[in-house]
């Protein structure tokens, strides 16, 4: 285990706290962002109960390269357009919407997911059936994505995510399809963009951003 800025990160790269039980025992409390709950083994599959509901973990996270350029990354995000988004034609429109909103486009291309890349892409709990559906969904066909960079980017690509996915009658409707998807913070970007893009690609890409 170790540190970062956030808490204690465990062997698979997942946010706890560790928890010393009445006997003695230690447990892990998950803190990610989709849930929180004490860390439960079922065999050897390990799962969460969230609301009366076991949700099994299924999710691959990849280290970052131990690289310190990593932290020079800066100002840009990953937008990707789903399978969905793809079939009503989104990728003119979205383009659009983001040079009308002042950002650039520094780097697109057309991705193709398998299961494995589906479990990196969203290394959180689900339960099984909504892991199934988000498999089959994401490989059923291409999706595509864009790197973009500009000032406060994360903000303003995510108002745009959430106002494309209001104006596609999506919002709060619990789907695994949701035409458009956005990073939520840098280090997402870094992580979503190294799946498709080698390290040293992405630095050509975006460059480097002196903060010392």
């Known amino acids: 285990m170790r540190r970062d800025g956030h808490g204690i990160i465990d062997e698979k790269g997942r946010l706890v706290r560790i928890m010393k039980r009445g006997d003695g ?56 357009i789903k399978p969905d988004g793809m079939r009503i034609g989104l990728r003119k429109m979205i383009e659009y919407l983001i040079h009308d909103a002042g950002y650039s486009i520094v780097a697109q291309k057309a991705i193709v997911f398998d299961e494995i890349l589906v479990r990196k892409m969203y290394p959180y709990f689900f339960t099984e059936d909504w892991e199934r559906r988000l498999v089959t969904y994401l490989t059923s066909k291409p999706s595509y994505c864009f790197l973009i960079t500009g000032v406060n980017v994360h903000h303003k690509m995510h108002a745009l995510r959430n106002s494309l996915r209001h104006l596609l009658g999506c919002n709060g409707n619990p789907t695994v399809t949701s035409f458009v998807h956005c990073a939520e913070r840098q280090i997402f970007a870094i992580q979503q963009a190294l799946l498709f893009f080698s390290l040293e690609e992405l630095i050509g890409i975006i460059g480097l951003r002196d903060i010392s």
């Open 25 to 80: 025992s230690i447990e892990s409390y998950y803190t990610g962002r989709d849930a929180e709950g004490v860390i439960q083994l079922e065999g050897e599959r390990e799962f969460l109960d969230v609301d009366g509901e076991r949700r099994y973990w299924g999710g691959i996270i990849v280290p970052l390269p131990n690289d310190r350029r990593i932290r020079l990354l800066k100002d840009f995000t990953f937008f990707s």
